[in-house]
């Protein structure tokens, strides 16, 4: 069925390296993909999104590449802090609603 | 402004309790949401509201009662809940429900809910 998941559940790194979080997705048909950052005990605050008619969007300390092949999307973040520490969420549009469907979450770790 | 607030920020609540859960959002959004996250899971998606209508209710039971009084608020009535209820909800709104413009949908903090 359509689903949206993610290739790690946990991901630790040093900081200021850069990170890397990996989502795919099951229906070709989808035509926009969100991420989001979620702290404990906060709601999903947006970090960045993508329409299907791009392969790459660039934010703040922040890239989405989206791979439409290979059905794959990657949150790239720069020089990783602290404060970036929290649960990743990917999202891809369920409907013309406009209602998310949320693959499983990475937490991100960043060790000093 | 890209706030959604939602009341109150946690609830404890028997089997037999009515209470509600309250959001609200001052952004003009004509599309709102409410959403049910387990611990260490991803949200999901519980009713959808567009333009004040109820367009969506993902088969949830209805002890869950969703409101839309008008385009700036979003009720969740509760009653007689299971202790399986407990769970985060989250209210989220987004500038168009349609096919055209933004679909970024913005979250309120979530009501921590707890069912006795």
């Known amino acids: 069925g359509e689903s949206v998941g993610l290739h790690l559940p946990t991901l630790s790194v040093q900081e200021g390296d850069n990170s890397i979080i990996n989502c795919a997705y099951s229906?070709?048909?989808?035509?926009?993909f969100i991420w989001y950052k979620q702290e404990s005990g906060k709601g999903p605050q947006f970090i960045i999104d993508?329409?299907?008619?791009?392969d790459k969007r660039q934010g703040q300390r922040v890239t989405v590449l989206l791979n439409k092949t290979v059905k794959h999307l990657s949150l790239q973040i720069a020089a990783t802090q602290p404060g970036d520490s929290a649960v990743y969420f990917c999202?891809?549009?369920?409907?013309?609603?406009?209602?998310?469907?949320f693959g499983k979450g990475t937490k991100l770790s960043v060790k000093p | 402004d890209t706030e959604v607030t939602q009341t109150p920020k946690h609830l404890v609540m028997g089997m037999t309790n009515k209470k509600s859960l309250k959001c609200e959002q001052h952004?003009?959004?004509?599309?709102m949401y409410w959403y049910k996250q387990k611990a260490k899971k991803p949200p999901e998606l519980m009713f959808v509201?567009?333009?004040?209508?109820?367009?969506i209710n993902e088969s949830v039971p209805s002890r869950f009662s969703p409101e839309c009084p008008n385009s700036s608020l979003l009720n969740l009535h509760l009653h007689a809940l299971q202790p399986e209820d407990s769970a985060l909800y989250l209210c989220?709104?987004?500038?168009?429900?349609?096919?055209?413009?933004?679909?970024?949908?913005?979250f309120g903090p979530g009501t921590r809910l707890t069912v006795t």
């Open positions: 229906n070709s048909a989808s035509d926009y």
């Open positions: 509201y567009s333009y004040e209508k109820l367009s």
């Open positions: 999202a891809e549009r369920g409907g013309s609603q406009g209602n998310l469907i």
């Open positions: 952004m003009g959004h004509r599309a």
């Open positions: 993508i329409r299907s008619n791009m």
């Open positions: 989220a709104s987004s500038l168009s429900p349609g096919t055209s413009g933004s679909y970024e949908q913005y």
